[in-house]
Antibody
């Protein structure tokens, strides 16, 4: 059974930092691009970032560029999101998501999410 | 960025109905479109990928069609378990973008 389990969410201060982790099990973690997608409670979905299989390629949505860093440790089957210079608008549930990749695509496995609240 | 526009925002239907949700892209995305179902308190679930391909384990009552800029998700013979929020997503180009969602509610 595939499991993606996020952790590290909580209360962060404006301008502060948080690091999210996602532990993967039951899948060949190192073979897939991974993503972070966030969702403000009661609102829609927003793609945040992705990373390729060997961590040589990373991409970000504009609103987090320069503040967030995605990384992975394939030996530990773990995905990370380092979140710096936090803003109130970063408040959301953060999902760790697998991209099934070529040739079909689609985000086929999602974690349960970890909630980040940015507030003073 | 490619904007994804879903309609309607809310859809009222009855058990047994057949419904269609529309998703329009602001520019061509070929067939790089997915549909997801999300229930309250749960993560989204992939239903359809590459516009018209049914994900493994998803009932055939769900079907997708379209290419370019116009896409539809059709759900036939609605059951109580189908009442949820549905999102389209383009993965043709970064940033990947989602529609705003269509909430399917019981009439």
């Amino acid at each position: 059974e595939v499991q993606l389990v996020e952790s590290g969410g909580g209360l962060g201060r404006p301008g502060g930092s948080l690091t999210l982790s996602c532990a993967a099990a039951g899948l060949t973690f190192s073979s897939h691009w991974m993503n972070w997608v966030r969702q403000v409670p009661g609102k829609g979905l927003m793609w945040v970032s992705r990373i390729n299989t060997d961590a040589t390629v990373t991409n970000y949505t504009d609103s987090v560029k320069g503040r967030f860093t995605i990384s992975r440790d394939n030996a530990k089957n773990t995905l990370y999101l380092q979140m710096n210079s936090l803003r109130a608008e970063d408040t959301a549930l953060y999902y760790c998501v697998r991209d099934r990749g070529w040739p079909t695509g689609g985000f086929d496995y999602w974690g349960q999410g970890t909630l980040v609240i940015v507030s003073s | 960025d490619i904007q994804m526009t879903q309609s309607p925002a809310t859809l009222y239907a009855s058990v047994g109905d057949r419904v269609t949700i529309t998703c329009r892209a602001s520019q061509s995305i070929s067939s790089w479109l997915a549909w997801y179902q999300q229930k309250p308190g749960k993560a989204p679930k992939l239903l359809i990928y590459k516009a018209s391909n049914l994900e493994n384990g998803v009932p055939s009552k769900f079907s997708g069609s379209g290419s370019g800029t116009g896409f539809t998700l059709t759900i036939s013979s609605l059951q109580p378990d189908d009442f949820a929020t549905y999102y389209c997503q383009q993965y043709n180009s970064l940033p990947y973008t989602f529609g705003q969602g269509t909430k399917l509610e019981i009439k």
